[in-house]
């Protein structure tokens, strides 16, 4: 097994704004894989049989990765440099399956998603993708990410991708919506325990779901207008089997943060008019 080539450019933007570039080897990268190694676990030792050059850039803003031979990014937030340096293990570790043929892009964590380049060029420079909500499964987990108003839907099995959808700013709740009961995400249960939860705050529609208190899936569309919020109204009371729709409306702050206080339990009639008066 030969050890990989090439080289990491590790730019790192301090507080100061200045940037301080250096390029690290594989072999500085053990060795910082080392120095950062978590919960006293030194990790393993990088060998493959190929060679590769990964371009990391750190700035305040998150973690960017760049695979040369399969034009890949990854994008990721982080706020300490453990989880800097954990992903880079990760990255690096043969036995993680995170070394992907040219064919799969798989890199999934509870926290952090990767993505084809073709879907990061569809996004504005500098607006990165962050992967918001995570439902785990037995061995699946649905990631769905948000930029420019497109949102993308991972479904994970056993860190393989096995579907991405991207929808377009107009009906990325109904696809979304949709899309959670298509594989059992979103699903009543005989006592009603299943909630959806919906905010208006500056034109920008929230949306949360619960089972059974439980926060499962959460995410925003922003620009909703009256059109929009009807039709949107109009599939949620028409087209999904819920015994009760509870709506949340909420115009000061946004809705991971809300308390109970601020939440209006509305059946299907009462949301209706509730929208009708204050919306059209």
């Not at 250096?22 to 049989?49: A, C, H, W």
């Not at 601020?262 to 204050?278: A, H, L, P, T």
């Amino acid at each position: 097994m030969m050890p990989v080539t090439g080289k990491i450019n590790f730019n790192k933007l301090e507080e100061s704004k200045s940037v301080i570039s250096k390029s690290y080897t594989m072999e500085d990268i053990v060795k910082l894989k080392e120095q950062f190694s978590l919960n006293g676990e030194r990790p393993k030792k990088l060998n493959v049989n190929s060679s590769y050059s990964l371009s990391i850039q750190y700035s305040l803003s998150g973690l960017s990765f760049y695979r040369h031979d399969t034009g890949y990014y990854m994008n990721f937030t982080i706020n300490t440099v453990e989880e800097a340096s954990n992903l880079i293990s990760l990255l690096t570790d043969q036995e993680s399956d995170l070394l992907y043929d040219h064919t799969n892009l798989i890199f999934c964590s509870d926290r952090y998603v990767a993505i084809p380049k073709d879907l990061y060029d569809s996004a504005l420079d500098n607006d990165y993708l962050y992967a918001k909500n995570i439902i785990c499964q037995e061995n699946e987990k649905i990631i769905t990410s948000s930029s420019c108003n497109i949102m993308y839907i991972y479904v994970i099995d056993n860190s393989i991708i096995k579907k991405i959808r991207a929808t377009s700013p107009m009906v990325d709740i109904v696809h979304t919506l949709q899309f959670l009961v298509e594989y059992g995400q979103w699903r009543t249960t005989q006592n009603g325990k299943t909630a959806l939860y919906l905010s208006i705050h500056n034109n920008t529609l929230c949306y949360a779901i619960y089972e059974n208190k439980k926060l499962v899936a959460m995410d925003s569309i922003k620009n909703c207008d009256s059109n929009k919020m009807e039709i949107i109204f109009s599939i949620i009371n028409s087209k999904f089997n819920i015994e009760k729709t509870e709506c949340l409306f909420d115009y000061e702050e946004k809705i991971a943060s809300v308390s109970k206080k601020y939440i209006k339990k509305m059946d299907k009639i009462e949301s209706q008019n509730y929208f009708e008066q204050n919306y059209l």
